[in-house]
């Protein structure tokens, strides 16, 4: 890995590169719609005033940085404005954003993805498990982050990997809020005096959800506050391309470092469970066309009350009904709408077999061609 310098042509997308400098211009500097999934996390803005001490009078090692110190709100919007924008140029026609916030800024970036046309298409609660205390005692201990998916403009094909979320929720649809820790222990980069090395690093559990829900393997993803550089490191780790920025020599060094150790999963291992809207389409009739089933042949209905031929042009044939497996199957019931194919099933050997395993034949066939 290295680290591009300012004059260096971005004529050629830097894949796998930390690049220095101001994230705005680098970014513009980049080709425009050469980027599927940018995941930002910007200054927060804390505002803080003064030291902040634990009851033992000990100090908190706070976000005091220069980098998030910003004279004034309008000062901080213009930045988000800028960042922003030039954050939109780079994204495919279908690519998305992530960004995460704070309360003291989450609804500023919110605003302004909206102004910019980015389309909203959830906000995701972060429950830190194992939040930092409240230690002055006089609000509630703020134990999440809020992060905001969008894609780049209403009606994008935005990629979301909806079935291997549901996979790694133990079969249970993911929802919009998740508990997980904060960076802590090993995970828990250090500096060469065993300090942080950087105050707001994310955990790789956070990222790895991110990006598994919404990139697939061979996707560029840009980071452009790439700190000690979790967005890359799990890029990596899950066979994703991405190119980071960061102005800070010590969190570059730190990123480059953490990432060289990193090791690529296998291509098999890179597999995920795919939504079944995204298998190839297999039109009912060519069952028919290649002998599985054959016109006249007879099909029942999962719950036995009803029946239908089949007919050579694919369509099926019932007593009152006549039109494809899915129109008979939702007359048949009296319902606005029917899977044919998990309604169906045809008799083999004197049992009942869904219609759906012969589908499921021909992909697995195409699959292998």
């Known amino acids: 890995m290295t680290i591009k310098t300012k004059t260096q042509s971005a004529a050629a997308l830097p894949l796998n590169t930390i690049l220095d400098g101001d994230c705005i211009e680098r970014m513009n500097s980049l080709?425009?719609?050469?980027?599927?999934?940018?995941?930002?996390?910007?200054?927060?803005n804390l505002q803080l005033r003064g030291d902040l001490h634990r009851p033992d009078n000990s100090k908190v090692d706070a976000v005091d940085n220069d980098w998030d110190q910003f004279s004034s709100f309008d000062v901080y919007d213009k930045f988000t404005k800028a960042w922003l924008k030039a954050a939109r140029r780079l994204l495919k026609p279908n690519g998305a954003i992530w960004c995460i916030g704070s309360y003291h800024n989450v609804f500023r970036m919110g605003a302004e993805l909206q102004n910019q046309g980015f389309w909203i298409l959830n906000d995701v609660v972060w429950r830190k498990s194992n939040p930092m205390p409240n230690?002055?005692?006089?609000?509630?201990?703020?134990?999440?982050?809020?992060?905001?998916w969008a894609s780049k403009s209403e009606g994008a094909k935005y990629t979301f990997n909806y079935e291997a979320l549901k996979a790694l929720n133990e079969g249970i649809q993911m929802r919009s809020d998740w508990v997980l820790p904060i960076c802590t222990g090993h995970e828990r980069l250090k500096d060469d005096n065993g300090d942080k090395a950087h105050p707001t690093q994310k955990p790789e559990s956070l990222l790895h959800r991110v990006l598994l829900a919404t990139t697939n393997p061979g996707d560029v993803v840009l980071d452009p506050f790439f700190g000690t550089g979790t967005t890359g490191a799990v890029a990596k780790m899950l066979g994703r391309e991405f190119i980071g920025i960061e102005r800070e020599v010590a969190y570059r060094e730190v990123a480059e470092k953490r990432i060289a150790k990193i090791r690529k999963f296998d291509k098999e291992a890179l597999q995920v469970s795919q939504s079944k809207r995204a298998e190839p389409r297999v039109p009912f009739g060519q069952l028919v066309e290649r002998g599985m089933l054959r016109p006249g042949e007879e099909l029942y209905s999962i719950n036995k009350r009803h029946k239908a031929k089949v007919r050579a042009d694919g369509t099926l044939i019932g007593d009152d009904v006549k039109g494809s497996i899915h129109q008979v199957g939702a007359h048949l019931e009296g319902a606005p709408s029917c899977n044919g194919w998990t309604y169906w099933h045809y008799k083999k050997e004197g049992k009942k077999v869904p219609i759906d395993l012969l589908r499921q034949q021909i992909r697995a066939e195409m699959r292998t061609h």
């Open 135 to 148: 230690f002055r005692g006089k609000r509630f201990t703020n134990a999440h982050e809020t992060l905001i």
């Open 31 to 44: 080709p425009a719609g050469s980027v599927d999934l940018i995941f930002a996390d910007p200054p927060y």
